[in-house]
């Protein structure tokens, strides 16, 4: 944990192509099959919401993509760098993932996370998220494919 983040600190701004050469050493060092930039790029033009976290000196301590549907929102990425991982920044950014979601009248957040990462999980369901589901050989892995668990959470 970096002590000298606060929390008073910690601002969100929204993410562009140019911060993406911040943007991808994080994703590459938080992610065995991250996004490339291609992904944040396509995303980035779709108009998808997507912030960036800075802290103290403009660091980038984590960013979160997430997609606009009728009446919900769907959260693509949440990550923070691994340096800064157990700090709180995961809780904050669903905080403000969540009054996002309000502000556009969402009612469901949506998302997909995988069966091994139990420590996504653990924070989604600390948050209020609920398992709704399961999609079989959603994600790229090391041995074929990966199922997904879908969560949703009531706004």
Do not use: C
């Not at 919900?72 to 905080?95: C, F, I, K, R, W």
């Not at 600390?126 to 090391?142: I, Q, S, W």
């Amino acid at each position: 944990m970096n002590a000298a983040v606060h929390q008073d600190e910690r601002r969100l701004v929204p993410m562009t192509v140019a911060s993406l050469n911040e943007v991808l050493p994080i994703e590459q060092a938080a992610y065995e099959f991250p996004w490339t930039r291609g992904n944040f790029i396509d995303s980035l033009h779709a108009g998808y919401a997507a912030l960036l976290l800075r802290g103290a000196g403009n660091e980038l301590l984590g960013y979160f993509l997430a997609m606009s549907g009728v009446d919900e929102m769907h959260l693509l990425n949440l990550t923070v760098a691994p340096a800064h991982q157990g700090s709180g920044h995961a809780l904050y950014m669903l905080d403000a993932l969540q009054a996002l979601a309000r502000s556009r009248h969402a009612a469901q957040l949506w998302l997909e996370v995988r069966v091994s990462n139990a420590r996504a999980r653990h924070l989604y369901e600390r948050y209020g998220f609920r398992n709704v589901g399961l999609r079989k050989g959603y994600y790229p892995a090391a041995q074929g494919r990966e199922d997904a668990i879908v969560m949703s959470l009531s706004l």
